[in-house]
Structure formats: C-alpha cells, structure tokens
C-alpha cells in the first residue's frame, strides 16, 4: 500500500516529508558515521539538534525568556502528577475544570497531593459544551487553575482562556499545542505529550514560568521535579533523543510551512469542511455544540451503529485508517492533526458521501 | 564517512543490520502504509510489536511466569525513585551497596523515603574493586538490598551475584543487561536503561517479581507505580512506541545471534583482548583490580593525560569514536556493549598500539 491518511487520535501521523528526512538519516547522521539514535546526549552533536529543537518551538510560540522549555518524559499522566507535586508551593487547594476524560484523570491524581476544587464541570451538559466563565466558582486561593483546553476523546475544545485573577493557569496542551497561535503570557504552565502534534511518543513538552519552579515537595523524585529538569537542560539523565530529534525536524517544517497563522487557518479550514459536512447531513451527527467543538478531534455516528463495521472496514479499504472512535465513548473519530494534510479530510468527505449514498 | 566505530557508553551504538531494517520499514511498515511511530499503541499491529518483544526479552533471559516485565519511561534515575515507592511494603529501611557514582545516585534518592542502610562499600578501595560478600553488613530487616552489578562510569562490575538472606535483591542492570546469561530467580527486580544494551534512550525495562507489586506507598504517582504498569501491560497510558518497537529488533537479532550464550563468550573475549593488551603496555593503565573488571565498561588512562586530546582527535580520525571518560573521571572509556564487534575492539587495539608507537 502506498502512504495512507492516517486519523488516529495519538500516537498520531507525522510530516511525510519529515519521516522521508528521517529515514534519509537514520543509519548516518549527516555523514558523521552514526545513527542520531547512537549520540551521546552530551556530544556537541546531539546538543546542538537538542537546541535547535527548542529554538524552533521558542519561536514558533513566541514562547519568551521568562520562561523554561523542557523536554521530559512520561506523556501528559505524568504531568497529572508533577503539576501539584510542583506547583503546590505550600498551599493547600488547586482548581480544576472538568471538560470530559482527561480532565477527569488529572484531577484524581492531583487528589493524591492537595485539596482539588472543580470549579467548573461540563457535566450537566453531558461534555457537549465547555462552560461559560461566568458559571465557574472562584478559583481564588488556589496554588493553580488546571484545565484542558481540548478533549481528545470527547472533541470538547475552547476557543477561549479562562481569566483566573492572577493565579497560575495550567493548561494540558497534549491534542492542540502548535495547531494555532496562542499567548503565552497569559499560561504558568502548558504541557503537551509529543505524540498528537510534535512527534513520536515518549517525549513530553513542558513550558513553565520560571518564577513557579523551586517549591516542589519535599518527596517528589527527581525525576520529576520541574527545576531539576530545568538547571540541567532537560539532560538531569539520558533524555529520550530521538523523539527530541524528530520533533526538531517538526518545527522545521512548521516553520517552512509558515508557522502557527498558516497552519492554525489550514487546521481552521479542514475542520470547518468536515463538520459542515456532518451537519449537512442526516446519516451523520456530531454530538458538540457549535462554538465548542474541537478543531483537531472529531467524533461522529453513523445514523445505525450496526454499519460502524462496514464504515471502518470500508474506510480501511479505502486508505483512510484508525477512524474508530475512542473504546469509552464508541462511534467514529477523525483526529485531523497538523499532519494530516487537507487532501487526507478530502478524501475522507468523498468517502463519508460515497458511503452514505450506498447504505443511507 | 562509512560507519564508524562508536565506543559510547550511552545512547549506544546500535546493531547495524537493525538500524538497517528499522531504515527500510521507517516510513511504511510492512505495506500497512503508516510508520511504527504513527501507530496507536493499542491497534493489533502495535500490539503484536509489543508482545513479541515482551516474548523474545523473556525468552533470552529465561523470565518465568513469576515476574512481570515492564516497558517504563524515564530511565534507571526514575527506577532510583520507583523502587522505594514501592518496595518498601510498610517497612522502614532499605540496604544499598556503593560500588560507584551510579550506587550513590540510588542511595541518594532513597534517602527521601527510607531509612538507607550503606552495608557494603568500595569507597576504601576508591572503587577499584568489588568488596567481597564477607565484608558486608547483615541486611536483615530491609525491604530489600539494592546494588549496581556494572558501574558504567568507573568500569567496576560483579562478576558474582550477592546472597541476601531472602530479602529481595534489586538490581541496577543498565548498563550490563543482556550481555550475558543471568538467572533471574536470584533477584527480586532488576531494572535497565535502553540506550545501552537494549534500544535507543526513553525505554526502561523492569522485570519485578509478582508478589512484590501492590505495596506502593499511597503518594506514589500513578506513572511510579508498578502495579499500574504491570495491570495495564505497561499501556496504561501511551507508551514509547518506537523504542519498544526498536528494542524487540534488538532482542530479535540477539536470538538469530545464538543468545546470551553466544554474546557473553564474545563480550568475554572483547574485553580480554582489551585489558590484555592494556595490561602489557606501559602506556596504558587501567585501574580496576582483576576480577573485577567490567565487561562493558573499559575505562584507561594514557601515561601522559598530556595527550588525551590527541589520542580522542586521531582515534576520531580513525572512525573510533567517542572514547572519552566520563567527565567526571577524566581519561578515556571504551564502552564495547553487544552491538560493537569484535572487529571494533580489533581497530582499537590496532590504533592504541599504533598511537603508542608514535607518542609513546
């Protein structure tokens, strides 16, 4: 089969062109004799690929000297735990918004270490909407306000930032870092595990103000005490090297592309085609108030589940993989990442039209 | 350049014919039409990487049905916080042997939560050599007793396996796993960094012996917990999928190879050729007492520390690269783990004794 369009929710596709660049260079790094894979972290090699890497993300984010940029591992749970083993700083209290699962996973395991009020949940609308702040409790006295600005799996996603009165905001960036511009300045704290929108799993990007780091508690591992991480350059041990390399090669071609305005309006354009065509339609349906949908995770249902089968089995056969939705809430999901390109959401509108002709 | 010879003591050089494969299959595995990075760790095709690579790991080293074998992030630093979070079982003190700066690192971060009981230490000797097992203090009463059979840093290795009373034996195999038989009914959890012996860095292996898990204490994060890892098949959440997917061929290799039979003889004749020809030299010097010489780890000085630079420039020149010590001991390192060759070792010793010649 030749290269397919590939709509898995994470670990997600990659550039063609970057994977075409990384095969080039695997066995020979640029004539040096070795595989990146083979390079000590601490060669002038590694170290210059390593920050270049983070050059490219600083610029690409405006991401500004206040703060650290980190390269760590574990992916967005362990970030569930290092956000309060850090950022508590001797409070007692962190706020939390409940959009669907994965806000619902970071708040268990932030009970582990402080009180966690939910401030706000979208519960009541059974995740079919993100809350309007003006129906969010006061966050006030908390070491840090956590929510999810995209639910991978519900498709939940604000096209907003929560204003918190000068408490910390921490955002689990996992499904939408780098899908469209965003302000930095207005975050204590992001973090995105790599495998959606910056490259293989196994690499978690961290982006942290510098004035909240040096409070972890006393019994957190160094492993995953933010300031460690930060005195030594994300190098305390081996970090994990090649999907640091990978992501390198992700920036570059975000930056050939044009950067977040160019592909935050190509992301903008391939998810309105898509739930245009959904909701133009009466064979299928997205659960999602409009305002509130997700630009990078879309779930849908057919008009009968009893064709989600033939619908994947079909689609598969058609070079479009991975469109079952997520095992808790059913149905189908195209994750249209970065990566995928427009031509990939084309070919799945025709596909999605071919298929509700023949069985709508 | 061709391929050079890369003596790294970590990230590591890579068997040649796997990095070729991983080459061939980078951007379409097997026709699928999507790389190994781009899959869902929980799709069929991912899954079967995953558990052939749990099956050959378990068949090369003889793992029982006793143990879980665990695919981890964060390296031996993270296993260093990871084994008294959860092996401590409601005791208070745990037994550590320093044998070098690997042990102290272990022995430091117990420090946060145990009582750390040092019963054996090689400091007298400035780590040159193994203390014998009837030096030790008694390690009755521990939750479990912790040492590092190869020092990568000082090239100090046991070329035995301590007794222990039944408390479990934990061990620190970073950076000599694999390179020979082991049996692993000895111990009651052995851990290992990939990017030595096993695959590229951000993959840590642990095989723990069932009826340790459960035990963790209750501010363990979700991510340090075994119980976790081993409840999920090290999926609890997303995995390092393409350093898992890279280590299975590596364990694969290692099989066509012939085994840990087959290796550990030619590890053992590698690293005799080397201290041989150290040991006949008046040039050269190694420090570590016979006996207890590392296998993997070969670290030499030079008689005049003067030439150091030339030594590393001219070797370089030569395709042996990354021959430097450890910076904090200085003088050179030869790391000659699995994937180097013999005939690697052959041009080392062809140079070095060539080098003498010149400068000696």
Partial sequence: MSRAYNFCAGPAALPAEVLLQAQQELVDWRGKGLSVMEMSHRSDEFV??????????????????????????????????????????????????????????????????????????????????????????????????????????????????????????VADMSSCILSRPLDISQYGLIYAGAQKNIGPAGLTIVVVKKDLLGGALPLTPAMMDYKIAADNASMYNTPPTYAWYLSGLVFQWLKRLGGLDVIGEINRRKAEKLYNAIDNSEFYANPIKVGSRSRMNVPFTLRDDALNGVFLAEAERAGLLNLQGHRSVGGMRASIYNAMPEEGVDKLLEFMSDFERKHG
């Fill in 48 to 169: 210059s690929i390593a920050t270049t890497a983070e050059k490219d993300f600083r610029d690409l984010l405006s991401v500004s000297d206040d703060y650290e940029v980190l390269f760590l591992q574990g992916g967005a749970s362990a970030q569930f735990s290092m956000v309060p083993l850090n950022l508590l700083r001797g409070k007692k209290s962190s706020a939390y918004v409940n959009t669907g699962i994965w806000s619902q996973k970071a708040i268990a395991e932030a009970k582990k270490y402080c009180d966690v009020a939910v401030v706000s949940s979208a519960e009541s609308t059974k995740f079919s909407e993100v809350p309007t702040q003006e129906t969010w409790s006061s966050v006030s006295g908390a070491a840090y306000v956590h929510y999810t600005p995209n639910e991978t799996i519900g498709g939940l996603e604000f096209d907003w930032v929560p204003e918190v009165d000068g408490v910390p905001l």
